[in-house]
Nanobody
């Protein structure tokens, strides 16, 4: 059984920063995709960043490129999302998700992520 646990959300003013963590526990393949998604009230879930853990291949949505950074620890079982220069539009519940993946291409299939965390709230005020 694989579990994902997010932490690090909170309330900040515009221009501030937060660091989210996603810790994976259980039996999950070392070759995996880990993605960060967010969903604001009334909006669809958005893929914002992903990483292919064996090789550290990353990808970002245009809306966060240059402001957010996804990274992993040496084990690949903790993935971070550094949120800088936060904007009010970044307010949402942030989720991490993972899936086993023998190739990085599978990380692009946003509906294929198998394991999901419960989410952590990020609120940015003006």
């Amino acid at each position: 059984q694989v579990q994902l646990m997010e932490s690090g959300g909170g309330s900040v003013q515009a221009g501030g920063a937060l660091r989210l963590s996603c810790v994976a526990s259980g039996n999950i393949d070392d070759r995996k995709c880990v993605g960060w998604f967010r969903q604001a009230p009334g909006k669809e879930r958005e893929t914002i960043a992903r990483i292919y853990t064996p090789r550290g291949i990353t990808n970002y949505a245009d809306s966060v490129k240059g402001r957010f950074t996804i990274s992993q620890d040496v084990t690949g079982n903790t993935v971070y999302l550094q949120l800088n220069s936060l904007e009010t539009e970044d307010t949402a519940t942030y989720y991490c998700a993972a899936r086993p993946a023998p190739t990085p291409f599978l990380c692009t299939l946003r509906h294929s992520y198998t394991y999901w965390g419960q989410g952590t709230q990020v609120t940015v005020s003006s």
